[in-house]
């Protein structure tokens, strides 16, 4: 799923190469909020009675990432592969709960603002305008280390999304100490 609200970019990227799997677009991140995904790559794993078993980790699907984001893909790999063959989970009901991340009122005015402006977005034609920009700068005002909005914000205004400003804003992220998900499965120490 992409968190994109540029859905030509998204189309663009997911066409490339061959998928064997559908691309779906959460442009409200609607699916990210309710499942407490705030950076990407991530996973969340859902039984077939719709519980989750594992709260949203970075979770990259391989390691070609792996020098920046310091995950071994591996890992994520090997739990997955056990619980889907025998069902065993790493983390009981209890734990997941734990490790799911409860938005602050601040993040969840932000996740508000940011779906106005793409709302705005689209009523306009040109796909830009000033208020638009206005709760796109006040959600990342309210969540200045929310990668689905900071990140997400970027190509919206202009940014590149993998330019200068998105390293300036890994290094504040890191700084901070690298708040988002809490489990960190797979994190490689430097």
Do not use: C
Request: glycine share 6%; no cysteine; charged share 30%.
């Amino acid at each position: 799923m992409a968190l994109d609200a540029d859905e030509v970019a998204v189309r663009e990227w997911a066409t490339k190469e061959q998928l064997t799997m559908p691309v779906l677009i959460d442009k409200h991140h609607i699916v990210a909020d309710l499942y407490g995904i705030v950076n990407v790559p991530a996973a969340v794993w859902v039984d077939e009675d719709d519980r989750i078993v594992r709260p949203a980790d970075s979770t990259p699907g391989s390691d070609l990432f792996r020098d920046f984001s310091n995950v071994d893909s591996e890992v994520h790999h090997n739990l997955l592969r056990k619980w889907v063959r025998s069902g065993e989970r790493d983390l009981d009901d209890a734990r997941v709960r734990e490790f799911q991340v409860k938005p602050s009122q601040d993040v969840q005015l932000a996740r508000l603002h940011r779906r106005v402006a793409i709302a705005l977005r689209e009523r306009n034609q040109d796909g830009d305008s000033t208020a638009s920009r206005e709760h796109l700068a006040r959600a990342e005002e309210l969540a200045p280390l929310d990668w689905t909005i900071r990140r997400g914000n970027m190509p919206l205004v202009g940014v590149d999304p993998f330019g200068e400003e998105f390293f300036k804003f890994v290094g504040e992220w890191s700084n901070a100490g690298r708040p988002g998900f809490k489990l960190g499965t797979g994190r490689v120490k430097k």
